[in-house]
């Protein structure tokens, strides 16, 4: 008689010390196997396709490309694999973001590693889990107001580029990076691009 199956596990997490520990606390786990670690977001695909993880952990911020990038990759070359989203960042508009592009769940590193095992499981069982505090979050901060360009622009000038900088690297003229900047920072009911990209930032809306 053979015992249940093994819950196949990639993580990705780029912060050594963090990928260490949940791996070793993971494996702990009788019914699940850490099957691949990986540091940055291009490499979660590539080893994806390679062990076929029954689910995947991603951070969101990596090197290389996000979770919530790695996450619609996942949905359209791997659909077997579900998604769980673990990150430092509560953002609400994280949240809404891992939600599109496919996400079975929302998870806030500094919770218990069962309650984590435990989501493991409900995701692979077809249930979706979220961080409560986390979602109620989200409701109250409801979507991002931004377009992708001018979510695109907004973040292209958070670090203080100036608009010509931003025009060549977006390859867009001028006026058209001003107009965007300009309905940025009415949407977000804010003063000046600098502040625009900072509460779009903590709402997790880039």
């Given at each position: 008689?053979?015992?249940?199956?093994?819950?196949?596990?990639?993580?990705?997490?780029?912060?050594?010390?963090?990928?260490?520990?949940?791996?070793?606390?993971?494996?702990?786990?009788?019914?699940?196997?850490?099957?691949?670690?990986?540091?940055?977001?291009?490499?979660?695909?590539?080893?994806?396709?390679?062990?076929?993880?029954?689910?995947?952990?991603?951070?969101?911020?990596?090197?290389?490309?996000?979770?919530?990038?790695?996450?619609?990759?996942?949905?359209?070359?791997?659909?077997?694999?579900?998604?769980?989203?673990?990150?430092?960042?509560?953002?609400?508009?994280?949240?809404?973001?891992?939600?599109?592009?496919?996400?079975?769940?929302?998870?806030?590193?500094?919770?218990?590693?069962?309650?984590?095992?435990?989501?493991?499981?409900?995701?692979?069982?077809?249930?979706?889990?979220?961080?409560?505090?986390?979602?109620?979050?989200?409701?109250?901060?409801?979507?991002?107001?931004?377009?992708?360009?001018?979510?695109?622009?907004?973040?292209?000038?958070?670090?203080?580029?100036?608009?010509?900088?931003?025009?060549?690297?977006?390859?867009?003229?001028?006026?058209?990076?001003?107009?965007?900047?300009?309905?940025?920072?009415?949407?977000?009911?804010?003063?000046?691009?600098?502040?625009?990209?900072a509460l779009a930032r903590h709402n997790g809306w880039l």
């Amino acid at each position: 008689m053979t015992g249940p199956a093994e819950i196949r596990v990639l993580l990705a997490e780029d912060q050594g010390m963090m990928r260490g520990a949940l791996a070793l606390l993971l494996d702990m786990e009788p019914d699940m196997r850490v099957v691949a670690q990986v540091a940055a977001g291009d490499a979660v695909l590539p080893a994806a396709l390679e062990h076929r993880p029954d689910v995947a952990l991603l951070d969101i911020e990596m090197p290389g490309r996000g979770g919530l990038e790695v996450a619609a990759d996942l949905r359209d070359r791997l659909p077997g694999c579900r998604v769980l989203i673990l990150t430092t960042f509560g953002r609400p508009g994280y949240l809404r973001r891992a939600m599109e592009a496919g996400a079975a769940g929302f998870l806030v590193k500094d919770g218990p590693v069962e309650d984590l095992a435990a989501a493991i499981r409900r995701v692979l069982a077809g249930e979706r889990v979220i961080d409560p505090a986390l979602a109620a979050a989200a409701l109250s901060t409801g979507p991002s107001p931004l377009t992708e360009r001018e979510r695109d622009v907004l973040a292209a000038a958070a670090d203080g580029s100036t608009v010509a900088d931003i025009s060549g690297r977006l390859h867009l003229s001028e006026s058209t990076v001003r107009n965007y900047l300009s309905a940025a920072i009415g949407k977000t009911g804010t003063r000046n691009r600098i502040e625009a990209a900072a509460l779009a930032r903590h709402n997790g809306w880039l």
